[in-house]
Structure formats: structure tokens, C-alpha cells
């Protein structure tokens, strides 16, 4: 009966497969009564199969009809009255539309329902994590600190042994380590967020090159110091080239302070985490006090030993300058001298000797705690010396060999800095270097230019005056004392003659007549020290910036206003001093043998009887020569 309403209301079904059937969709609009089906059809008819029981309905009368299809007389069993025909399946009931609409609205009450439980669900999530976030990371840093204080107590109480500290410090150290420390209560609750008033932010800080102002009273600044320091350095050369000498001392020693002083501030940043306000604000104050002498202690060590090699090696050096420029005073007074001319003998041996006792003692105090640093600290101080001391070392040679060979070389590389400070700032557009964000590439070139052109004027002045020019003869001499010698030939002025088309050029443009044109090897000597100073010297600045970045300082001192550090304005000059000096030995200066020379060769290294038989040769070379050897 069922089947037969379902049919009435719905005569389609019949003609339509099972697939179809099974696809109608129940939430058709009934807008027709004709199409509406019976309030009371719903209540009548068996209960909807499901989809399981629908699938394995289909499955049997697929089976049945493929039997079917091979015997007759198994056609009795199917089901369908008719033959091989598949019966109708039933439709599926549809709710009426109060029913449908009344489910609809609480499918969607429910939906928001969830959807509010679900977001009050994320937000307590987000509450709590942000709440145990704080607990978790404070016991994370606290046991990390307590695993810093436990190692550092190890070592320390090492250190403390070979310090000859007392034993009971060392006990009660490891004591207050090993005994935990209460960890950090867990915060509150979380209130409900406050309303947050945003307040106006402030304008950043932009430094002095983008402040008007304080660029201004920086450039008024490094002009004022470098006008003194210009005017300094001339008057220092005036004075002598033992005046230099001191000077080049000083600042080599103010550049191996502040380098070494960098070791410190470098070890302090490393360990900072070891050492900082958390360890601090968990420990006991006189612990930390005696920590603190201790760690003095290691810094005056440091000192020590970096100063000691800093005299070593400038005693060396210094010694073998002196010697080798002076060895004719010291041998021809040796009389007047002997201490001197003593130590001028075994120069070298008390050099070494003074090494190995810095090695020894460096050595002697090494302890297992402090191994990493000490031995940085030594390579630390080599490097140094190497890349100061005897850059120096060079630069003092350079003035022993004429004073011309430092000071022009030195005026390059000022001229230099100054003219790509102006070029940069008046044309720079492109950075040159990572390094070094204010060079700009407008500013390098046009220095290169700038200081070749400087170079040609400034070394055909200097060259005029002997007391540039000659090698130091006498310590005490200055720029007012009368100076004579046989000046090197890059020195001696030549003629370059010129072609009868140019002469003649000339004539007709200025009037005169020129044949020649003079010009000195000095003249060219000074471009090559020119193009160095442009192309090579400030990267030894760039080195240095680097040094800064890796150090995250902006200047190495404050010693000069304006300018930083003695090592940002020395950074170029001994990279410059030393190439200087290679060119000079290699290309210009001469092996020139004197009296001096060969009297001290002959005093310091022969006998009393090889020194007569050397006079009595000496006579008959110059008896052969037709010389008469008067006092012989």
C-alpha cells in the first residue's frame, strides 16, 4: 500500500532506473500543491533504508538477474513479479517544510554554537601558553645559568689553586654552587589586556651625518683637530729626525694599547652570558667581589705581558736601526763608549735572551682554566707586533735614510683622505665597499687624480733642500742646521730635450723659447707613491673598518676629537711606511761605501797586527798608483 501511494504521488519513479531514483534530491522547493505530497503519507510508510541496505539490495538483484539470464528456472526465485525487471525502489520521504525549516535553524544555532565554543576554546589556548611561556623560559634560563655557575665554579676553583687563593674561598664557592637555588615562582594568571593608548613615536636618532647641525660642527670639529695636527707634525720635522723618531714611538704605542685593549673588550662580550646581571643578581655579593679581584688580576697579567713584548721588540728592532746607521760612532768611540759598544756587539743575543724570558714566564703561568684566553692573549700580541711594531720599525728607517722618505709618503696619504673626503661629499653617488658605507667610488677616483697631481709640486719642493734629502748624519741636526752630501741621483736634475714641432708650438703660444723641459727621477718615484697612496694604502683603512664591524665599535679611541683613535688616523700609514720602505731599498737606494764604513769594518773586525798589515798593503797600492803614502 505503501507503494502504491509513493507511486501515486510520484508516477515518474517507475520509468526511472534505481540510480536515478536513489539520486532524487529530497530538498526540492514543493511549490505546487499537486507535487506536494500528504501530511499523513509520511507516517504511514516504512522507515527509509540506508545506504548500506540500499547498496545491498542492488547487489542481490544484480546477482539475481545475472542468474537469470542463465536458467529459467531460477528466475522463480527473484523477488520481482515480473520477469527481468527490476522493481521500483521506493522514494525517499521528504520532511515537510515547518519540519525542514525548524531543523534548519537549529542546524545553524548549532553551527554558530560550535563555532563560539570552538573560538573561546583558542582564545583560553592562546591564554594559557602565553601564561606558562614565561615559566617555561625562566626555568630554562635558570637552569642554564646554574649549568654556567657550575662549570665556571670547576674551573675557577682550579684557578684558584694555582693563584694561591685560600681554601676555604674555593670550598665555599663550590658549596654555594652546589646548593640549588629556588626556581622562579610561576607568574599569575593573565589579567584581561588593557586598552594600550598608542603615544606619538619618537623621531629616531640619524647621528650627525644626517643632522645639519652636527654635521656641520663634526666637519668644523675634524678640521680644527687636523689643522693641528698638520701644523704639529711640521713643526716635528723642523725639529729633527730624533724628534720624529719619538713621535712615531708614541704613536705606535698608543695604536698597540688600543689594539690590545680590543682582546679585553672582545673575551668580556664572549662571556657575557657567563657574567652578566643574571649571574650577578643570584650570587652572593662577597663571592662575586673576590670573582671580580680575580678577574683584575687575570687583566694585569694581560698587561704585563703584552708590554713586556712590546719592549722586547722594540729594543730589537730600535737597536738594529741604530746599529746599522751608527755602527761607525760606536766602533771609532768605542773607548769613549764601551757600555754601549758592549751591548752594540751582543745586540742580538740579549734580544733573544729577552724573548725567551717572556716565553718562559708566559709558560710558567699558564693554568688549565684560563688556557683559551692566555693563548689567544699570545697570538693576540704577535700579530700585534707584527702588524705595528715593525711596520714602525720601517717607518723609522725611512727617516734615517732621508727625511724626504717619510714625510712625503705620509703627506700622500693625507692628501689623499682629505681629497676623497671632499670628492665623496661633494659628488659621491655609489658605494665602494661593504665595509666602509660613506667611500663612494666618485670620491676614490677623484682622490687618485687629485693626489697624483699633488705629488708632482709637493716632492719637486722638498727636493731642494738638503736636509730632506740626506741620510741622517747626526741626531742632533734640524732643518737650521748646515747639512752637506752626495745626494742620491733620483735627486740630480736632468734635461729633457724637446722636438723642434714643440719647440716651436711653444714659442708661438707663450712667447718664450723652450728647448728643454728639467725634471728629477724623484718626480716619477712620487707618482708610483701616489698611485699606492690612492689604490692600495686605504685599504689598510678598510681593514680597520672591518676590525671595527667585527668588534661592533665605531671608532678604536677617543684620543683625537673628531678623528677617533691614534690607530683611525695610522691605520694607511704603516702599510704606506712599509711599502715605502721596499721600494726605497729596492729600486733607489745604492750600496755606497765610505771611509766610515770601511774604518768601522776594519776596527771592529781585524787584529792590531791584520790592521798594520792592512796599512802596509794599503801603501803599496797607492806607491803603484804613484801616490805617495805620506806617514806610513
Request: neutral net charge; proline residues 6%; charged residues 20%.
Amino acid at each position: 500500500m505503501a507503494k502504491g501511494k509513493a507511486s501515486a504521488a510520484r508516477p515518474d519513479v517507475a520509468s526511472r532506473s534505481v540510480f536515478d531514483a536513489l539520486a532524487i534530491d529530497d530538498g526540492n522547493d514543493y511549490s505546487s500543491d499537486e507535487e506536494q505530497p500528504a501530511p499523513a503519507a509520511p507516517l504511514l510508510s516504512p522507515p527509509t533504508p540506508s545506504k548500506k541496505a540500499a547498496a545491498r539490495k542492488r547487489a542481490q538483484l544484480r546477482k539475481k538477474g545475472s542468474k537469470n539470464n542463465l536458467s529459467a528456472s531460477e528466475g522463480t526465485e527473484s523477488d520481482s513479479p515480473v520477469g527481468h525487471s527490476i522493481p521500483p525502489v521506493p522514494t525517499l520521504p521528504s520532511p515537510p517544510p515547518a519540519v525542514a525549516n525548524a531543523a534548519a535553524k537549529v542546524n545553524g544555532v548549532a553551527k554558530e554554537a560550535v563555532k563560539e565554543a570552538t573560538k573561546e576554546v583558542k582564545q583560553v589556548k592562546e591564554a594559557v601558553v602565553e601564561a606558562v611561556a614565561p615559566v617555561f623560559e625562566a626555568a630554562k634560563a635558570h637552569a642554564a645559568t646554574q649549568e654556567s655557575l657550575i662549570a665556571d665554579d670547576a674551573s675557577s676553583s682550579d684557578a684558584e689553586t694555582q693563584a694561591h687563593y685560600s681554601d676555604d674561598d674555593d670550598a665555599s664557592d663550590i658549596d654555594e654552587t652546589s646548593a640549588p637555588s629556588p626556581l622562579p615562582k610561576a607568574p599569575s594568571p593573565p589579567s584581561p589586556p588593557a586598552i594600550v593608548v598608542s603615544s606619538p613615536t619618537k623621531e629616531a636618532y640619524t647621528g650627525a651625518d644626517h643632522d645639519p647641525n652636527k654635521k656641520i660642527k663634526a666637519i668644523i670639529t675634524r678640521t680644527t683637530w687636523g689643522l693641528v695636527m698638520g701644523g704639529g707634525a711640521i713643526g716635528i720635522v723642523a725639529l729633527g729626525h730624533i724628534y720624529v723618531i719619538i713621535l712615531v714611538f708614541v704613536c705606535q704605542a698608543v695604536v698597540f694599547s688600543e689594539l690590545t685593549s680590543l682582546f679585553d673588550v672582545g673575551y668580556s662580550g664572549g662571556h657575557a652570558g657567563e657574567e652578566g646581571e643574571t649571574a650577578v643578581s643570584q650570587r652572593d655579593r662577597e663571592r662575586e667581589l673576590r670573582r671580580k679581584g680575580r678577574r683584575e688580576e687575570r687583566d694585569r697579567w694581560s698587561r704585563r705581558m703584552s708590554w713586556y713584548f712590546f719592549a722586547a721588540t722594540n729594543y730589537f728592532l730600535y737597536g738594529e736601526s741604530l746599529i746599522y746607521y751608527f755602527k761607525h760612532i760606536l766602533t771609532l768611540q768605542a773607548s769613549f763608549l764601551p757600555t754601549a759598544f758592549s751591548f752594540a756587539q751582543h745586540h742580538r743575543l740579549i734580544s733573544f735572551g729577552l724573548y725567551i724570558v717572556g716565553f718562559v714566564s708566559f709558560v710558567a703561568n699558564l693554568t688549565r682554566a684560563q688556557l683559551r684566553r692566555q693563548f689567544g692573549l699570545f697570538g693576540w700580541i704577535h700579530m700585534s707586533l707584527l702588524l705595528i711594531v715593525v711596520s714602525s720599525h720601517f717607518i723609522v728607517n725611512n727617516i734615517l735614510e732621508g727625511m724626504i722618505w717619510f714625510w712625503v709618503p705620509a703627506s700622500l696619504v693625507i692628501f689623499n683622505d682629505i681629497a676623497a673626503y671632499v670628492c665623496g661629499m661633494l659628488f659621491g653617488r655609489h658605494q665602494l665597499i661593504k665595509l666602509s658605507p660613506k667611500k663612494t667610488v666618485e670620491g676614490f677616483v677623484g682622490a687618485f687624480f687629485l693626489t697624483i697631481i699633488i705629488a708632482v709640486g709637493w716632492s719637486t719642493f722638498f727636493m731642494r733642500f738638503n736636509y730632506m734629502i740626506c741620510p741622517v748624519q747626526d741626531l742632533s741636526s734640524n732643518a737650521f742646521s748646515e747639512i752637506h752630501c752626495t745626494p742620491n741621483n733620483v735627486f740630480n736634475w736632468r734635461e729633457f730635450a724637446l722636438p723642434e714641432s714643440a719647440i716651436t708650438t711653444l714659442k708661438t703660444l707663450t712667447g718664450h723659447t723652450f728647448s728643454s723641459i728639467p725634471w728629477a727621477p724623484f718626480q716619477l718615484h712620487s707618482v708610483v707613491l701616489a698611485i699606492f697612496a690612492s689604490l692600495v694604502a686605504p685599504f689598510g683603512g678598510f681593514f680597520a673598518s672591518g676590525f671595527k664591524r667585527a668588534f661592533g665599535i665605531k671608532d678604536f679611541g677617543d684620543s683625537i676629537p673628531g678623528h677617533g683613535g691614534m690607530t683611525d688616523r695610522m691605520d694607511c700609514q704603516f702599510l704606506m711606511g712599509l711599502w715605502t720602505f721596499v721600494y726605497y731599498a729596492s729600486l733607489i737606494r745604492g750600496t755606497h761605501i765610505t771611509v766610515s764604513s770601511v774604518l768601522a769594518t776594519v776596527v771592529s773586525g781585524l787584529t792590531t797586527e791584520q790592521q798594520a798589515e792592512l796599512v802596509k798593503e794599503l801603501g803599496k797600492v797607492l806607491a803603484a798608483k804613484g801616490v805617495s803614502a805620506i806617514g806610513l
